[in-house]
């Protein structure tokens, strides 16, 4: 209670009010909601009292090009792979795509996923598009148990700083991706 506080009254000084409070099985989620003309404008996803991602528009326009780059080199892929959901702006990317036939979308964190009905209307929101697959489990064991090959792996991750983070910033988790 004392630390959840702390954290909630230092983003309220930022103009964020709590949309959604997840606690995990590895982390503690907030889901900050940033009004404009009392709308959401925009949210902040503050994990385990870190500000790991959100939906304004330099993190979308960003994250965007995780999906956007590639499919400008490749137009004629079919199949993508996500690797941490995030707040979805990579996956909103790639559900623009019509040409894209399957998305596959893994994270850890169910929580972090069920976020997602709360930032997105239920037709905005990629994780209800028909051609998108979730998994919850690791990213790196995903890649070593499937059987199914992608044109597009991508993804949000959180940065390299946090801890189990790094594996998914190392040469053997690339070597997968290649493979």
Do not use: C
Not at 26 to 42: C, I, S
Not at 78 to 104: C, F, H, Q
Not at 105 to 132: C, G, H, K, Q, W
Request: no cysteine; net charge neutral.
């Amino acid at each position: 209670n004392h630390f959840l506080k702390i954290t909630i009254q230092q983003w309220a000084s930022t103009g964020a009010t709590l949309a959604a409070y997840r606690e995990g099985l590895n982390e503690t989620v907030l889901l900050l909601r940033f009004d404009w003309g009392h709308q959401p404008f925009a949210y902040r996803i503050v994990t385990n009292g870190l500000s790991m991602t959100g939906t304004w528009l330099h993190a979308r326009r960003y994250m965007k090009l995780f999906a956007f780059w590639p499919l400008a080199l490749k137009p004629d892929v079919k199949s993508a792979l996500v690797i941490s959901y995030g707040a979805g702006n990579t996956a909103v990317a790639l559900r623009e795509m019509p040409l894209l036939s399957s998305v596959d979308v893994v994270d850890v964190s169910r929580d972090m996923l069920e976020l997602s009905d709360t930032i997105y209307a239920p037709r905005e929101n990629p994780l209800r598009d028909p051609r998108f697959r979730v998994h919850v489990e690791d990213g790196r064991f995903f890649l070593q148990t499937t059987k199914s090959t992608f044109d597009l792996i991508t993804g949000e991750p959180p940065p390299p700083k946090m801890a189990g983070i790094g594996n998914l910033y190392s040469r053997e988790f690339f070597g997968l991706v290649h493979d």
